[in-house]
């Protein structure tokens, strides 16, 4: 395990990239000190996202006979949700806005030109696990839009040379 890991997982916190592996125990633990909680479901699926990157769909099951609600409950909740993830992210996370304000400044182009260059859609992950790129429903930078997230660190008037440079010092595979 690396320092990296060792300290995000101290936190609570998976990297991007970095989520550590299934734990059922581990799942159970966080079930646990949750179910107890009023409205738990909630608290329960972030604090799993927290430790896992995602919400494993092994622990929905669990999650359901914790809180007497039906599989379909919880997968209802995740799935309903855009925060949540069903499948680990890549390395880095970027969360574009969609929201009107960022939208009223270019946001939609810029969406397309970056979903079209990593060949993902929406939710995505690229081919090589180095990006996942997720909608944001408004970030609070409105008078610096387009605005993102990259892994959760704040980005303001995005271009598509900015947004190019970044995956360039990535060293993201990108198409023409």
């Known amino acids: 395990m690396t320092q990296s890991t060792s300290s995000h997982q ?3 916190i998976a990297s ?3 989520a550590p592996q299934w734990d059922a125990a581990e799942a159970a633990d966080i079930i646990a000190a949750h179910a107890g909680m009023e409205g738990a479901t909630l608290p ?3 604090a799993l996202q927290d430790a896992f990157g995602f919400v ?3 622990s929905e099951a ?3 006979d914790a809180l007497n609600l039906s ?3 919880i ?3 995740v799935s309903f949700y855009h925060d949540f993830r069903s499948a680990p992210p890549g390395k880095h996370v970027l969360k574009l806005c969609r929201a009107e304000a960022c939208q009223s400044v270019g946001a939609v182009a810029l969406a397309e030109n970056l979903l079209r260059r990593l060949a993902v859609e929406w939710g995505g992950t690229t081919k090589d696990g180095a990006w996942t790129i997720e909608p944001a429903y408004c970030l609070g930078l409105c008078a ?3 605005a993102a997230l990259l892994d959760g660190e704040p980005l303001a008037r995005l271009n598509d040379s900015k947004l190019a440079a970044m995956l360039r010092d990535t060293g993201a595979t990108v198409m023409p």
């Open 144 to 146: 610096c839009g387009p």
């Open 62 to 64: 669990m999650i359901a």
């Open 10 to 12: 101290a936190a609570g």
């Open 75 to 77: 997968r209802g909740v």
């Open 16 to 18: 991007p990239g970095l």
């Open 56 to 58: 494993p769909r092994e």
């Open 44 to 46: 329960i699926l972030h």
């Open 71 to 73: 599989r379909a409950e």
